[in-house]
């Protein structure tokens, strides 16, 4: 069962996000957050797998709530959703970096949302193909994009080509089983190449990884709004 804790500020939206969360049998919501600072404590206190977080929240913000949580050791297997929209992309790198595992726009259909939360809570990130890859691109290329996790064009040099190639598909947005695919690759092979790129980079996960990918200039936008 994933214990879900509902972050944001509109009871409305809260509302609705209980009423759909409580409706899959492999889920239960452990809390509701309307601040930054609720989130925090309701993270400790209520044991949640997963936090559904907003960013734009009073007295603490989605994103500062996200760094405070990925930073606490009590909480390190506590993973964190962020929910935004297109017109903030300077939030989600801002989000990504804090320790969040993928985002999604509010506007995103109710069964989207429920796979995001087990695709998060399972480990992995959250990071659709093509509008998270130019959402990301864009926000790394503003002179206010904040530094590295680490000198991205020099830790590609300890990769081989072939984890280079693996890199690429995951900044695009590929999971394992679609990167084996490509690739011609057994799945567990292809999980190997990602755990040790992750390793290499030391990168939490795979939404670091694709900002990496973008810094060193590995994979770039694509599409007439990059």
Do not use: W
Not at 21 to 39: F, I, L, N, P, Y
Not at 76 to 86: C, H, K
Not at 101 to 125: N, Q, Y
Request: aromatic share 2%; proline share 4%.
């Amino acid at each position: 069962m994933i214990r879900v804790l509902l972050a944001d500020d509109q009871t409305l939206v809260r509302s609705a996000f209980a009423m759909l969360v409580g409706s899959a049998q492999d889920m239960t919501v452990v809390g509701e957050a309307a601040t930054g600072c609720e989130a925090l404590a309701l993270a400790r206190s209520g044991r949640a797998d997963l936090v559904v977080m907003d960013i734009r929240m009073p007295d603490l913000d989605g994103i500062e709530a996200t760094r405070l949580i990925s930073m606490d050791e009590d909480l390190a297997g506590v993973r964190v959703l962020v929910l935004t929209t297109y017109d903030t992309e300077e939030y989600v790198m801002d989000a990504l970096r804090a320790g969040a595992s993928g985002f999604l726009v509010k506007d995103t259909r109710p069964a989207e949302l429920l796979d995001a939360i087990r695709t998060v809570a399972a480990g992995d990130a959250l990071l659709s193909p093509g509008p998270t890859a130019r959402l990301i691109a864009r926000a790394l290329k503003a002179p206010e994009a904040p530094a590295s996790l680490t000198d991205a064009p020099a830790a590609l040099a300890a990769l081989s080509e072939r984890e280079r190639g693996v890199l690429a598909l995951v900044a695009r947005g590929l999971n394992n089983a679609e990167i084996a695919d490509v690739l011609g690759l057994s799945p567990l092979t292809a999980k190997t190449h990602v755990s040790r790129i992750m390793g290499k980079l030391a990168a939490r996960d795979r939404a670091q990884l694709v900002i990496a990918a973008y810094e060193s200039g590995l994979v770039r936008p694509v599409g007439p709004d990059a």
